[in-house]
């Protein structure tokens, strides 16, 4: 496994655009992660999924921002009618949580840094 | 709910010294705790992680932390530091959220750690 990878890696799009990100996971772990980071900060939680349900979201994530995971795979955010705010590097993050049990460890993807000009 | 404050933003040190990175947490609950590093240009990466048992932890390279409940602190610490070192370094947190079920990560600032020759 080549761990968890992110497209694009880059996304430079104009105010008021829409853009959707990809993410896919280790391939046996069954909950995916959504941060934010912005420059001399550190990463901020969106959103998490268990399989394919939605199980927390931050207030941080407004009405403009939707995130799926379909099949229990892979996920993607979509971000609506883009503001220049919203520039930031989106992680994405893995874990294995079984049952009652797991190490709440999460493994991180490369990131996809959106510009918003 | 919880928050993790790292108390030094950068942190200068040369090559051989000791050096520690400070961080401490609040929550009310059970917490599993963790370092991440992010060396340039590189997504995180795991240091080490505290979730239960022994209250100091190694990672392979030579760094420790210890959690201190009392104190509410997981400090990072390394005996004698090299270039490779230098890095960003993030403090993490994780919630219980009911039961034994550990979620979202909440994150400090941030350290950056430059290891000068």
């Known amino acids: 496994d080549t761990g968890v990878s992110q497209d694009p890696r880059h996304k430079i799009t104009k105010r008021g655009q829409n853009v959707t990100f990809r993410c896919d996971p280790i391939s046996e772990h069954n909950r995916l992660y959504w941060y934010r980071q912005t420059l001399g900060q550190g990463p901020e939680f969106l959103t998490y999924?268990?399989?394919?349900?939605?199980?927390?979201k931050s207030r941080l994530l407004s009405d403009r921002f939707s995130a799926e995971r379909p099949k229990g795979s892979f996920s993607t955010l979509e971000i609506q009618r883009t503001e220049q705010g919203d520039s930031a590097m989106y992680l994405c993050?893995?874990?294995?949580?079984?049952?009652?049990?797991?190490?709440?460890?999460?493994?991180f993807g490369p990131g996809t840094r959106l510009t918003v000009t | 709910a919880q928050s993790v404050t790292q108390l030094d933003s950068q942190v200068p040190v040369f090559e051989e010294a000791p050096v520690e990175l400070r961080c401490n947490y609040s929550s009310s609950v059970s917490v599993y705790l963790f370092w991440y590093v992010q060396y340039p240009n590189q997504g995180l990466q795991l240091l080490l992680k505290?979730?239960?048992?022994?209250?100091l932890v190694e990672s392979i390279n030579g760094f420790e932390a210890e959690f201190n409940k009392s104190q509410t602190s997981f400090h990072l610490r390394k005996p004698s530091v090299h270039i490779s070192d230098t890095a960003e370094y993030f403090c993490a947190v994780s919630e219980s959220a009911g039961g034994t079920s550990y979620g979202k990560l909440t994150f400090g600032q941030g350290t950056i750690l430059t290891v000068h020759p």
């Open positions: 505290y979730l239960s048992g022994s209250t």
């Open positions: 999924f268990q399989n394919e349900a939605q199980l927390e």
């Open positions: 993050a893995s874990s294995s949580w079984v049952g009652t049990s797991g190490s709440g460890e999460q493994y």
